[in-house]
């Protein structure tokens, strides 16, 4: 596994607000986004994104994480 693994899902998430809109621009399932952004959180020990039934927003640490994760 890599470090860098579940990054771009991360920033699509972000960019699209919704996990459903990140999995269209890449072309994957949203329960694939959902579980590659879900390793990411495990592996970082924290949580990136606020859900709810309708909007995804970025926590303190997952707004931390972008401007970093864009450039990779």
Excluded: H
């Amino acid at each position: 596994m890599s470090n860098w693994e579940g990054l771009d899902e991360f920033v699509a998430v972000a960019e699209c607000g919704q996990f459903t809109a990140a999995a269209e621009r890449l072309g994957l399932s949203s329960s694939q986004i959902s579980r590659q952004v879900a390793r990411l959180e495990e592996r970082l020990q924290t949580r990136l994104f606020y859900r709810s039934t309708r909007k995804v927003s970025l926590t303190e640490a997952g707004r931390a994480l972008l401007p970093r994760a864009q450039q990779i």
